[in-house]
DNA sequence: TGAAAAAGAGTGATCACTCACTTATATCAT
DNA sequence: ATGATATAAGTGAGTGATCACTCTTTTTCA
């Protein structure tokens, strides 16, 4: 932990064991005092850095979220074509998923608890994704289709894929398929509705 | 509730009310005092018909599971060819989604906390999608690619979209677009990987 | 030596579950 | 039919355990 004070390092190790509780038992399931064991700390510590358990939970959620959602969209505004901007953003959010896979499985697992409280105007992984369809609807690029619709489904290629990852179906980074899922994608948003 | 015994109806009134809180505020956050008043009956008798809250909700989700997976097989099996099979399933799966929804919503956001306790050999909905797709390529009908990978992206391509009508990102029975689902399930499962 | 950081016993609230009891319903002898 | 009795269904105050969070004390270190 290069460069990090005392007390930022106690921060840290708390997110982080925080975080691999909260993936292997679930949010509410994991008391205070286990993750303060998990981070050899006291468990008045944690209460220094973070308001509540709740809010150290969100706060690890929002931090990924916005984060995730700048990344997508910078890998995907220099290409020009939605093809190359599929590409981009499944190869941007492979390397996420296998850069720090806790994280990713946190996120990816408590969507459903934490969605509702994301505050307005936070950039949003799935709008960046919309958008970027939508304009490509609009230009003719692709079949005029329900946008939210052609949203789900493409990221569902990629989506569901992870899921059965944190399943334990299968192993091996995600970046491997990066090929695929973009194919895959594409051939979704290819598909003409009826 | 036409012949249904006194009894049967308080169990019934008792899953029905379990399931829209789990499915409105989560498992862990639904108090058995809450599922009580929901169902207009006295704490305890939650007691007579299940051993416990977690039984309760273990056992809604199981037979969610395995009903859902016999139903899936049946829609396949006399179908010969996987294109066929994929919109039979898309359908059948569409189908009990919006028969009822909000049982649904609870097996789809419920997922991650009850897939490890399920029996082995229990009927499964996603061996059902994963075997019909092994076979199809054995048969040389699709390319030759990893099954499981395969299976994750083109389950995903609905599975996200019903996820997105759980988050009220889009409205309408999900039916309305078996059409579009099956077509970009069988899209993906076209695509050659590398 | 003083302020920041960490400690960990303590606290009040919550919650799943129990249990002694009441009420409703079914069974059956007369 | 009627009353007696057995069984099932329902009740809700009570209980013990748990847990997030607080507060006073102790340690660390600049």
Redesign the pocket.
């Known amino acids: 932990m290069a460069g990090m ?3 930022e ?3 840290a190790r708390i997110e982080r064991a925080a975080l691999t509780l909260f993936v292997a038992r679930g949010v ?7 993750i ?1 064991m998990a981070a ?10 973070f ?4 809010q150290l939970a969100l706060n690890m959620f929002l931090g990924h979220h916005r984060a995730l959602a700048e990344a997508l969209d910078e890998a995907q505004r220099p290409h020009p074509s939605l093809r190359a901007k599929t590409e981009a953003i499944v190869r941007c959010y492979c390397d996420w998923a296998d850069r720090d896979w806790t994280l990713f499985a946190y996120h990816l697992l408590n969507q459903h608890s934490f969605l509702i409280q994301v505050p307005d105007g936070t950039p949003n992984p799935v709008n960046v994704v919309r958008e970027a369809i939508g304009r490509a609807m609009a230009a003719g690029e692709i079949p005029k289709n329900n946008v939210d619709l052609a949203a789900a489904s493409a990221i569902g290629v990629v989506l569901q894929a992870a899921t059965y990852k944190v399943y334990g179906r299968f192993e091996g980074p995600l970046s491997d398929h990066v090929t695929f899922f973009a194919a895959a994608a594409w051939a979704v948003l290819s598909v003409k509705e009826k």
Do not use: H, L, M, Q
């Open positions: 004070g005392k007390a390092d106690t921060k509410a399931e994991t008391t205070t005092r286990e303060a050899s700390i006291a468990e008045g510590t944690i209460y220094r850095y308001p509540s358990k709740e």
